[in-house]
């Protein structure tokens, strides 16, 4: 019995931790804040009262993706990425999705990941809105070099991915250009819960895959 509780409580630290890591990881580098301070919620108020006058891209990272339709993962991100329009609307909002074809991905016929999110979106889910195509793109550091043109002209940036990953894209996008991640804001690719067995090794995953990014204290968030 003592060892069964003591693995119930262990799981449940793990699940706590995995919760709270991929949280704080969906927040950093965003200017959405997160402070209780007077001026951060006059601050919230102002950008609510501006949303409509503004215009805002929804960036989705691709993931690897051989078959000849978007894959588990992607249709999340494409699922997440639509979220992220709904709940906190633009005057104008372009969906962009970004990735090119995953190597040795034959049976997808060359198709570019960029490619076949949008066609989850807008065949299956039937979104109407504007999209975007950057299907050049192998890794995520070409992710943010191939948007780049296409976030110019807006007010707002999301960045859609699993927080671990979208975060490293933020990064890269503050390395680019300092000028454009002055623009980012939080997308709606973390909900309390969702994921919830899965966190745990998301967490471990992200670690391993932000730590040659230590070195900027930024990576560790808020």
């Not at 992607?74 to 995953?102: E, H, K």
Request: hydrophobic content about 45%.
């Amino acid at each position: 019995m003592r060892r069964r509780t003591r693995l119930v409580i262990a799981g449940g630290v793990a699940l706590a931790w995995g919760e709270w890591l991929n949280w704080r990881w969906s927040r950093a580098l965003t200017g959405s804040g997160g402070g209780d301070s007077e001026a951060d919620a006059e601050a919230e108020a102002e950008t609510e009262a501006q949303s409509e006058a503004e215009t805002e891209a929804v960036v989705v990272l691709g993931f690897q993706n051989p078959q000849a339709t978007a894959n588990f993962i992607n249709r999340w991100r494409v699922r997440a990425g639509i979220r992220s329009i709904a709940a906190d609307p633009a005057r104008d909002t372009r969906l962009i999705f970004s990735g090119g074809a995953t190597s040795g991905g034959a049976t997808s016929g060359g198709a570019a990941e960029a490619r076949l999110m949008a066609d989850y979106a807008q065949g299956v889910l039937a979104f109407d809105g504007a999209v975007l195509l950057e299907d050049k793109s192998a890794t995520t550091w070409e992710n943010i070099t191939n948007v780049i043109p296409l976030l110019e002209d807006v007010d707002r940036i999301k960045i859609v991915s699993q927080p671990a990953h979208a975060l490293k894209a933020r990064l890269y996008l503050r390395r680019q250009r300092p000028d454009l991640a002055e623009r980012l804001v939080c997308a709606d690719d973390y909900r309390p819960g969702e994921w919830l067995v899965a966190k745990p090794l998301l967490a471990l995953y992200g670690l391993w895959k932000l730590r040659g990014l230590q070195g900027d204290r930024t990576v560790e968030g808020h």
